[in-house]
């Protein structure tokens, strides 16, 4: 998640050539702020999941895999509200989660644009015939990096009519749709750039040592402190309720690919 958090936030580089391209990462991640000590319990959240159902179907809870401890405290769990002190990315927020046991498999990043500081236009929604106004809704890009490689973006346009209104509508672009053609797993692209030879997708050892500068102190705080009452989320859900907590302030939530 770091090294996308980092592809996500980095400078353009000067060429695209591997070095250019880990120097604008590492430059990323050494700009994120530290987080320890009460700030763990404060911005990171962890989980374990228990029994639930998936696609109908019942599945065990973590603790009852095989080979895994019944009183294992070991996270499957995972979301982080991070932030950075830097010129381009101070006082933006950038929250990252991760999972086992999730209603779906899927990796994706989504930029959150601001709303205007004042609503000119009245947004509404529609259910089949009915409409409503609504709150207004920030324009959001999306990359969907697996499955169904694609790019999407929501947006408000104005409604047909007379009357100035808006409604929340989407565009959407999927590679497979477009281009008919298989993409090549990741590690098919890893594997061939390791034999060519080709760095630039590979985190290069200080970039490394970067993103282990950062987790380390959630690591070590977890290691001095109590677990919390896990599990904490049924398979087959978005995670602990207390993830909706660390993004929730009233403008914002996790998206639900």
């Known amino acids: 998640m770091l090294q996308l958090l980092a592809l996500v936030a980095m400078d353009p580089p ?16 050494r700009s994120l702020v530290p987080i320890s000590g009460p700030d763990v319990a404060r911005r990171v959240v962890r989980g374990q999941y228990g029994p639930g159902t998936i696609d109908g179907k019942p599945v065990r809870g973590y603790r009852e895999e095989e080979a895994v401890d019944p009183a294992s405290s070991t996270e499957t769990f995972v979301a982080l509200h991070a932030s950075m002190e830097s010129w381009r990315w101070s006082g933006v927020p950038f929250f990252l989660r991760t999972g086992k046991r999730l209603p779906r498999r899927v990796t994706e990043i989504a930029v959150q644009f601001k709303l205007p500081p004042m609503q000119l236009f ?26 169904n490689e ?108």
């Open 150 to 257: 694609g790019i999407s973006l929501s947006f408000s346009a104005k409604r047909p009519g007379m009357q100035l209104n808006l409604h929340p509508v989407n565009f959407d672009f999927d590679y497979g749709g477009s281009f008919h053609t298989q993409l090549p797993e990741a590690y098919e692209r890893l594997i061939l750039d390791a034999l060519r030879g080709d760095a630039t997708l590979f985190m290069r050892s200080d970039e490394l040592e970067a993103a282990w500068e950062f987790v380390t102190p959630i690591l070590e705080t977890w290691q001095r402190s109590e677990p919390p009452q896990i599990p904490n989320y049924a398979a087959g859900t978005w995670g602990p309720a207390d993830a909706d907590r660390l993004i929730n302030d009233g403008s914002r939530a996790w998206r639900r690919p």
């Open 122 to 147: 009245r947004t509404v929604e529609c259910v089949g015939d009915v409409c409503d106004l609504s709150e207004a809704r920030p324009s959001i890009l999306a990359f969907r990096i697996q499955p």
């Open 14 to 29: 000067a060429t695209i050539q591997s070095g250019d391209i880990s120097d604008a990462k590492l430059k990323v991640l």
